[in-house]
């Protein structure tokens, strides 16, 4: 049957009705009086979500886009910093730093595993001469479902007192607790196809006071993403360049929804989500590849034993019309993963488990009928 595609993939997600119909108006000129009023609401609305009084500056861009000016504005060429790796994303942000030509410290753990903060500890208070200028961490690391522990890397930048924290949100915002203001992150990317039940389009940057210090005297090359600009304009409730204003209408309508079901209720949904189907998989022998206690709260990756990743994929998509998500880089086959991030309802995970249980059948792998949907169910029951 056509049109009944359902998305559990990390991003884009799901997107709601009246989100999508908000998308089919007339587009409005960016330099109307008409456009100040959404651009002021939906500014307040993402403050709300980040919970953060610094500014919010919105782009027309992938997360990617919004990583990218996160790194562009705050630093020099051969600054040193230092990158969290255990993935493909905090891979990217590395690449993205080599590219500019800063100096590149990478603290790695292997992918499935959190990074240790007590590396960054120790890097932090060996730079006594106060050399590393920024910190760069991926807080849900999407490629392999790990949360990295950012509360804690975070306290480390502190106490070191020169360097900047630049977080990658973009599975983490919107999923989880990430209070800006409370942990003091200078500056926090997102992007709009990920928690914020939108299509793509969108990149989010949240700029703190010590990131605009820095950026004063930044001297890396930057203009679209010269994020300056968007400041200036923000404060007129206007925006530098013609911004995809459909896409404003769509994030009024996303923010609305988002502020009637509240921040704590939007944590817990995806917390008992999260938990659902990690205790479906296990129920269903299937190896989890994050551990519990790292768990992202957007998406689960699985690395299934005697039945293969790409296999599952494939039925679940072709008889029940259920995107999830592969493997990246050297996972490529190896793991699958369940997204469950954004305008994702109960039904949808036990649908999804279902499913799965039809695929695992199919293919004789060795389970017990219904004791993934049960575990699932017991766990969005509590
Ligand atoms: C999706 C994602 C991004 C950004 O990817 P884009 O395709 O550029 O939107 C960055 N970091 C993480 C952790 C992501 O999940």
């Given amino acids: 049957m056509d049109d009944k595609l359902m998305l559990m993939i990390p991003g884009p997600t799901p997107v709601p009705e009246q989100v999508l119909l908000a998308l089919a108006k007339h587009p409005i000129g960016h330099r109307s009086s008409d456009f100040a009023p959404i651009m002021a609401e939906v500014t307040q609305g993402l403050k709300w979500l980040h919970q953060t009084q610094n500014d919010l500056l919105i782009l027309a861009a992938s997360g990617t886009g919004a990583m990218e000016a996160g790194i562009i504005?705050?630093?020099?060429?051969?600054?040193?910093?230092?990158?969290?790796?255990?993935?493909?994303?905090?891979?990217?942000?590395?690449q993205i730093c080599e590219v500019y030509g800063l100096t590149v410290d990478r603290i790695t753990a292997e992918w499935?595993?959190?990074?240790?903060?007590?590396q960054f500890r120790a890097q932090l208070e060996a730079d006594t001469d106060k050399q590393i200028k920024a910190v760069i961490v991926t807080h849900s690391e999407t490629s392999t479902g790990?949360?990295?522990?950012?509360?804690?890397?975070?306290?480390?930048?502190?106490?070191?007192?020169?360097?900047?924290?630049?977080?990658?949100?973009?599975?983490?915002?919107?999923?989880?607790?990430?209070?800006?203001?409370e942990w003091g992150l200078d500056v926090v990317a997102s992007g709009s196809q990920k928690g914020y039940m939108l299509p793509p389009?969108?990149?989010?940057?949240?700029?703190?006071?010590?990131?605009?210090?820095?950026?004063?005297?930044?001297?890396?090359?930057?203009?679209?993403?010269?994020?300056?600009?968007?400041?200036?304009?923000?404060?007129?409730n206007s925006h530098p360049f013609t911004p995809p204003v459909n896409m404003f209408f769509a994030l009024q309508v996303a923010l609305r929804m988002m502020q009637k079901e509240g921040l704590e209720n939007i944590f817990a949904r995806h917390q008992r989500q999260t938990s659902a189907t990690r205790a479906a998989m296990k129920a269903l022998n299937l190896p989890l590849f994050a551990p519990d206690h790292a768990a992202s709260p957007a998406i689960t990756a699985i690395a299934p034993v005697g039945v293969d990743a790409e296999q599952i994929r494939s039925i679940v998509k072709k008889r029940f019309d259920i995107a999830m998500a592969g493997g990246q880089d050297h996972l490529k086959g190896k793991i699958f993963r369940v997204g469950h991030l954004g305008f994702v309802s109960d039904r949808d995970i036990l649908t999804a488990i279902s499913a799965l249980e039809a695929a695992l059948l199919?293919?004789?792998?060795?389970?017990?009928?219904?004791?993934?949907?049960?575990?699932?169910?017991?766990?969005l029951t509590t």
Wanted: overall charge neutral; hydrophobic content about 45%.
């Fill in 73 to 94: 504005n705050f630093l020099s060429p051969g600054d040193r910093v230092l990158v969290g790796s255990n993935g493909k994303f905090g891979d990217r942000w590395a």
């Fill in 362 to 379: 199919d293919l004789n792998y060795d389970f017990t009928p219904g004791a993934g949907v049960a575990a699932a169910a017991k766990m």
């Fill in 146 to 181: 790990v949360l990295n522990d950012l509360e804690t890397i975070n306290r480390y930048v502190k106490a070191h007192g020169q360097a900047l924290i630049i977080v990658d949100a973009v599975t983490s915002l919107g999923a989880i607790n990430v209070p800006i203001d």
């Fill in 201 to 236: 389009g969108l990149g989010f940057v949240a700029v703190g006071a010590k990131a605009w210090d820095a950026y004063a005297t930044a001297k890396l090359p930057r203009f679209y993403l010269d994020l300056g600009k968007y400041r200036k304009e923000v404060a007129k």
């Fill in 112 to 118: 499935g595993k959190p990074l240790d903060p007590e």
